[in-house]
């Protein structure tokens, strides 16, 4: 998340006094709860090897590829694991099926009458796309790939057309935001983006001669904080929900079938892209051979939980490839593609028994998905009442039923697995980061069967103890260095006092 604007405030305050250095230790909501924990260091140190996926969703008010920038570089520069050279692109992969398909007509939404696309063309792109980073740590012999889920194309076409635009004779224009919406470039794994001239460069700059009228802090916190930021999280509880989550599904399943250990020529990057045979693994039943760990910023938490339905797959592993067909190779039709991604979402959660919430919106979201009891039941974690039907305009599955699902996949594989190993079926683990200055984070509680361990650090220093940079506080969580180890070290390195 940026909110640049913001240091002007903080450059007054830094006239005013230093600011202290961020406290490095971390406390703990449940007294004993690190020393409980495994990590993704404990999941690269298999004996057999095999890969590791972080699975990397952003959160709100992002602008460009590259958010987990931030992460890969701090692993080899606060840990010192690698050399930030060391990370290979292996490419880009875009959601490209059903609504997504190439010439596809654009959903029929509008914005107070206007339609959000005009034409195939804008519709195009708006794709989203994952961006895929493979490494070997030092120490570790398992590669580790960092599967980055890019959804913000989604949500440019409305931001800067009607909101970015709009803002230009109210408050006043966003010079940043107006460029963003104005250009036009090809897709840069390494950060620039994917983007389109939602507002022709004539008109962005006539906006960017309109008056303001806000105040300068003022304006920079509405322009940054609100209009960029908090209409994401507006986007996602109406019906453009549903579309998100089907984009991050197809990404999803495209990461399943990833192989890391294909040809690493960066010239023949695509070498990657559909060559692991997970559904061979998926039909086994009893095999880790890839582990997956969700590593969320905000907003991307919701995101991550929200394409994984309440129901269980439909279709048998064997019925998602019709004969003559690669099984790596995916579906040969769209009529097999739900299936297909159905079978790998479960594939990966199946695989998933460590979260990690950079910041989360949670407890704020599911106020806007409020689950439907039957009467006289004991609370949230009742049975919904099935005589009401659901609104076709709710965002997503209730994310105490999508937790559940995840927690049974997840319980009856490692029973699979691990058949004579009772503790084996409580593997799972959420750790949500929270910095108490952060603004746009809330305390997670259990969820349904699942329990949660909140963790609280600094991410930035602290101005006469009066002020923490808010865009730190709710950015920074993945270059703190006590944040890394946990999330990094063996897990006897774990302390509280760190």
Not at 247 to 274: C, M, T, V, W
Not at 375 to 396: C, F, L
Not at 449 to 456: A, G, P, R, S
Request: proline fraction near 7%; include cysteine; hydrophobic fraction near 40%.
């Amino acid at each position: 998340m940026q909110i640049d604007k913001l240091s002007c405030v903080l450059l007054i305050l830094a006239a005013m006094g230093p600011a202290a250095q961020a406290r490095t230790r971390i406390i703990e909501d449940a007294p004993g709860s690190l020393k409980a924990l495994t990590s993704i260091g404990d999941a690269l140190d298999s004996p057999d090897h095999h890969p590791v996926h972080i699975l990397y969703v952003h959160g709100i008010s992002e602008i460009g590829a590259g958010d987990s920038a931030m992460l890969r570089e701090a692993i080899c520069t606060k840990l010192m694991l690698c050399n930030t050279t060391d990370w290979q692109n292996a490419g880009t992969e875009f959601a490209n099926h059903g609504e997504f398909a190439p010439g596809a007509a654009p959903p029929p939404l509008d914005y107070l009458g206007v339609p959000v696309w005009n034409s195939p063309e804008e519709w195009q792109a708006s794709a989203p796309f994952v961006d895929h980073w493979v490494i070997h740590l030092k120490g570790h012999a398992a590669p580790l790939v960092v599967d980055e889920l890019n959804w913000w194309p989604l949500v440019l076409a409305i931001k800067c057309r009607d909101v970015v635009a709009a803002e230009a004779s109210v408050a006043g224009p966003s010079i940043k935001l107006l460029q963003v919406c104005s250009q036009q470039a090809m897709q840069d794994p390494g950060g620039v983006g994917h983007f389109y001239p939602w507002i022709t460069p004539q008109q962005a700059a006539a906006l960017a001669k309109s008056r303001p009228h806000a105040a300068l802090f003022n304006r920079a916190l509405k322009q940054d904080l609100i209009d960029w930021g908090l209409a994401d999280v507006l986007i996602v509880n109406g019906p453009m929900g549903a579309i998100m989550r089907d984009g991050l599904r197809q990404l999803i399943a495209k990461s399943a079938a990833f192989d890391p250990s294909a040809a690493a020529d960066s010239s023949a990057a695509p070498n990657r892209q559909g060559k692991y045979d997970w559904q061979t693994q998926f039909a086994r039943g009893n095999t880790v051979d890839q582990e997956f760990v969700g590593v969320t910023h905000s907003l991307g938490s919701y995101l991550l939980f929200s394409t994984l339905s309440a129901n269980p797959a439909g279709a048998s592993p064997t019925a998602v490839s019709p004969a003559g067909t690669s099984a790596a190779a995916g579906p040969s039709s769209e009529d097999t593609q739900k299936a297909y991604e159905d079978n790998a979402l479960e594939y990966i959660f199946q695989r998933t028994s460590l979260l990690y919430f950079f910041a989360n919106q949670l407890e704020m979201l599911e106020i806007t998905n409020l689950n439907v009891v039957s009467s006289g039941s004991p609370g949230a974690n009742s049975t919904p009442n099935t005589g009401v039907e659901a609104s076709s305009t709710v965002p997503a599955p209730n994310f105490v039923a999508s937790l559940n699902y995840w927690q049974q996949i997840q319980s009856n594989f490692q029973a699979a697995v691990h058949p004579n190993d009772q503790a084996a079926r409580e593997k799972i683990q959420v750790v949500a980061w929270n910095d108490p200055s952060d603004i746009f984070t809330w305390r997670v509680p259990k969820i349904g069967n699942v329990d949660v361990v909140n963790l609280y650090v600094q991410n930035a220093g602290h101005s006469l103890g009066l002020l923490e940079s808010p865009a730190s506080a709710h950015s920074h969580y993945a270059e703190n260095k006590p944040v890394l180890e946990v999330m990094f070290a063996d897990t006897e390195h774990h302390s509280a006092g760190h």
